[in-house]
């Protein structure tokens, strides 16, 4: 878990999806917004293969990953001394809200996985500011949960689960830069 960006009493972690690492656009610029705004940010690697679906149903799936990241991300905040933590997480990543919600961590949620899944949960105990991005192309997404939950949500209409828009480069980019600014604004709130 490299640091990066200079030293600061605020750390945001950055939590990766499945098969999305922080090098990838979303947690990148995310990293850039943070850096801006002052805090330094840790790349989290999980430390062993996440769970496979194994031919479990996706809730199953989906509460085992929960289970697993959970157990790592409060290893992480157990070891911090820093007084300000934040958590940026993409997908699989996003299933720390948990966490968030029992430490009153502010976070980001990047294409969080709200159907059929027991996310929505525990974004609806959370007391810190957290912030939604997702799109209604997506199959993991639901605009209703989000939009109930009462917190910003910034929503894309035909990005996929890495929110981008296949085989059209520019208007992924364009997804890109919308939710990164949507990030900036979010961010400059803390």
Same mark, same amino acid.
């Given at each position: !878990? ?46 062993? %293969? ?9 809730? $199953?799936?989906?509460? %085992?990953? #929960? ?18 933590? $934040?958590?940026?997480?993409?997908? !699989? ?17 990047? *294409?969080?996985?709200?159907? +059929?899944?027991?996310?929505?949960? +525990?974004?609806? %105990?959370?007391? $810190? ?7 209604? /192309? ?7 949960? $989000?939009?109930?939950?009462? #917190? ?7 990005? +996929?689960?890495? !929110?981008?828009?296949? +085989? ?8 890109? %830069?919308?939710?990164?600014? /949507? ?5 400059? *709130?803390?």
């Amino acid at each position: !878990m490299p640091d990066r960006g200079s030293p600061s009493p605020r750390l945001a972690l950055l939590l990766p999806g499945l098969r999305y690492s922080p090098e990838r656009p979303l947690l990148h610029f995310a990293r850039a917004v943070l850096h801006k705004h002052g805090w330094t940010t840790r790349e989290v690697r999980w430390p062993e %293969r996440p769970p496979e679906p194994a031919g479990q149903d996706w809730h $199953a799936w989906s509460t %085992r990953l #929960r289970t697993f990241v959970q157990a790592h991300v409060s290893r992480l905040l157990d070891q911090e001394s820093t007084p300000d933590i $934040a958590l940026v997480g993409k997908s !699989m990543g996003a299933f720390a809200a948990g966490v968030a919600a029992d430490r009153s961590l502010p976070a980001v949620w990047l *294409t969080p996985v709200l159907r +059929d899944s027991p996310l929505p949960a +525990d974004l609806r %105990r959370a007391t $810190a500011p957290f912030l939604l991005v997702g799109s209604v /192309a997506d199959p993991s997404w639901d605009p209703g949960i $989000a939009r109930d939950l009462g #917190r910003p949500v910034h929503e894309a209409r035909d990005a +996929d689960h890495s !929110m981008e828009i296949a +085989d059209d480069p520019v208007r992924s980019v364009e997804v890109l %830069r919308d939710v990164t600014a /949507a990030v900036d604004a979010f961010v400059g *709130t803390w």
